[in-house]
């Protein structure tokens, strides 16, 4: 198969004005598995007098809202009108995702709290020690329960009234199906959504890639690999373009809609329902970056210029311009506002 590589220095600054100025009037739903993630930096700093054991010393920590979470505040840092569907618990964490999502200017009416269920969270906290070294350690708050019926029941409802408003509808799937969001029942639902191609739905999928079709596909390489079954790669192997070409062919076939397959520093491999397959190539990054995120800032760039009339490639072109400006946020899984999109932009129109 061959791929046509495009840049993102390709699009004129006009077209980019025109699709990114268009955001404001999308209306979109995004459901799935909200969580909290947690971020914090410090060094060793004595022994606990109770325990004997080292005490740990934070010198800054940080929450902002994760998984589906995270892709809800970057479409609305893009200038989309959000409305968030989940389950979250009764409980702090819960809360604090909740604050956040209404400072984002997200709408949180389809969100259901269950006194029954604990809101995910996730620690990363690097901390240094005396010797110069550092290690980074790693807390989980995972949700052993599944989603009650009358939950089930209102996210049911949250997808068919965006169907029924003609909204645009995003789907992240972050959990395993027994105790995640996106139950078997909930995940027909956004499939057979997705086979009414007058709306544009979206899924993305760590493990069920295939249960969300014929909804559009924005998946990894690795996902895609191993989805489709043309490949099995571990998940830091590097995947040949060929190889991943023939598993986003194998999505095309599966949903009938073009697909999108984000490539790391590769950029994102668009396949048309024609079977024209194009790398739209990102650009170099500079100084430190953070990857955490990316996808999720990719996914939001493409969904939301796909709303507005964009063609696949526009769209991967936008996608690669968000996933760039919010590597560059260091500590934090970040999102991009239409402002940095042109920084950016007007960054790839001066590349060589």
Request: one cysteine or more; a negative charge; hydrophobic letters at 45%.
């Amino acid at each position: 198969m061959d791929i046509q590589i495009m840049r993102c220095g390709e699009m004129s600054a006009a077209r980019l004005d025109a699709i990114v100025g268009g955001f404001g009037r999308v209306d979109i739903t995004v459901i799935g598995d909200y969580c909290l993630d947690r971020y914090g930096e410090g060094e060793v700093k004595g022994v606990s007098r109770e325990t004997g054991d080292p005490i740990g010393k934070l010198w800054w920590h940080s929450f902002a809202p994760g998984g589906c979470g995270n892709v809800a505040c970057n479409v609305a840092s893009l200038g989309a009108r959000v409305r968030a569907a989940s389950v979250l618990g009764s409980d702090d964490f819960g809360a604090v995702i909740l604050h956040h999502l209404v400072e984002a200017g997200i709408a949180v009416d389809g969100v259901v709290q269950d006194p029954n269920r604990i809101t995910g969270s996730y620690e990363k906290l690097q901390i240094a020690d005396a010797e110069g070294g550092a290690r980074e350690v790693r807390v989980d708050v995972d949700n052993k329960q599944p989603v009650s019926q009358e939950a089930e029941r209102r996210l049911l409802d949250e997808i068919g009234n965006a169907v029924e408003w003609r909204q645009a509808i995003v789907a992240a799937d972050y959990n395993e199906v027994a105790v995640g969001v996106l139950t078997e029942a909930v995940t027909r639902a956004i499939a057979q959504a997705g086979a009414n191609k007058d709306l544009l739905v979206a899924a993305i999928s760590r493990t069920r890639v295939i249960d969300f079709a014929p909804a559009m596909l924005v998946v990894n390489e690795y996902e895609a690999c191993h989805a489709t079954g043309v490949a099995a790669p571990g998940i830091f192997d590097d995947v040949p373009d060929a190889v991943t070409a023939r598993a986003a062919q194998a999505l095309v076939e599966r949903t009938g809609r073009p697909s999108f397959v984000t490539m790391g520093s590769r950029g994102v491999l668009v396949t048309r329902t024609d079977g024209t397959a194009t790398r739209v190539a990102t650009m170099e990054p500079h100084g430190p970056i953070d990857i955490t995120g990316a996808g999720d800032s990719a996914l939001a760039g493409i969904v939301l210029s796909l709303a507005v009339g964009a063609s696949p490639e526009e769209a991967a072109i936008i996608g690669n311009l968000a996933a760039y400006v919010t590597i560059h946020k260091v500590r934090a899984a970040g999102t991009a506002t239409p402002a940095e999109l042109r920084e950016a932009h007007a960054m790839a129109l001066d590349a060589p």
